[in-house]
């Protein structure tokens, strides 16, 4: 997929962070790897969707592809109350105080909140204060660069770090046509590694890192709050 402007997301809300919006400047995610690359990488293409995974990956198809964005972005009003705030089953209490950041986040990128669940289970198991030997910090481990580039300013602030992952597996998912596994393999390896490989990455770390997100994502069993 060339990279247009039309395959980007829109820039973080600012009023979430308190910021004014002349107050960020927005670098293209195009130009930046994954949540923990610390190197820019080329603009390239997207791959042909190719690369099968084990049977024991396959979702169905419904779950598979994260629907398309529908214009305009709206952020819900953060004083007002969230209809059928829920968290899943296996998060526990642990999750409850993001529920509300979550919820928002999935509507306002219009992307699916079990994979966003999903997605800080493994990457943090919500320890919002994590920091990886390589230096990614927060719920959804983002990389300092990265966090800068989309302008959040705390990566261990929860708000902040939940807003800025969504913000780019929205970008990835619309980069990849929605292709989930495309957009959990560029999340963990990089879009370069991606378009190197043709596909997903053989390295261990990121199949495993698919594999375990999508049993929590298609096994989420949301509990009312």
């Not at 997929?1 to 809300?13: I, K, V, Y």
């Not at 997605?119 to 927060?138: D, T, W």
């Not at 590694?193 to 929590?216: A, D, M, S, W």
Request: with cysteine.
């Amino acid at each position: 997929m060339s990279a247009r402007r039309g395959d980007l997301a829109p820039a973080l809300p600012c009023r979430a962070f308190g910021f004014g919006s002349g107050a960020i400047v927005l670098l293209a995610l195009l130009e930046l790897g994954c949540a923990r690359e610390s190197l820019p990488i080329a603009m390239v293409p997207a791959p042909p969707l190719q690369a099968p995974l084990p049977m024991l990956w396959q979702l169905p198809p419904q779950l598979a592809r994260i629907p398309p964005p529908v214009a305009p972005y709206v952020l819900p009003d953060p004083l007002q109350p969230l209809p059928n705030l829920v968290v899943p089953q296996w998060a526990g209490a642990a999750a409850a105080p993001f529920a509300a950041t979550v919820q928002r986040a999935a509507i306002y990128y219009q992307l699916p909140p079990e994979l966003i669940w999903a997605v800080i289970k493994v990457e943090s198991n919500f320890r919002e204060q994590a920091v990886s030997r390589a230096g990614a910090r927060g719920l959804m481990q983002l990389m300092p660069r990265t966090a800068k580039a989309i302008g959040v300013r705390d990566p261990l602030d929860p708000e902040q770090n939940i807003l800025g992952g969504a913000y780019y597996l929205r970008h990835l998912a619309n980069r990849y046509r929605g292709d989930i596994y495309f957009t959990l393999a560029a999340y963990n390896a990089g879009p370069g590694n991606v378009q190197r490989h043709g596909g997903i990455p053989p390295f261990p770390e990121t199949l495993n890192y698919i594999r375990k997100v999508l049993i929590y994502y298609v096994n989420t069993t949301p509990t009312p709050l």
